[in-house]
């Protein structure tokens, strides 16, 4: 969450743990957003399974 446009999910006043929005202004370019997407990807990817 310490990258620009980055922020917690919070929609209600509960902020969701684990889950985090990235304003479309951050994302500038099709490698930014796949960074993202890796990053998202890895971080899900590190959690047990349910």
Not at 11 to 26: D, I, N
């Amino acid at each position: 969450m310490d990258r620009p446009g980055a922020r917690i999910f919070d929609m209600t006043g509960r902020p969701m743990r684990g889950g985090g929005v990235v304003a479309s202004s951050a994302v500038t370019e099709d490698e930014v957003l796949s960074e993202w997407i890796g990053q998202g990807y890895a971080f899900a990817a590190s959690l047990p399974p349910k």
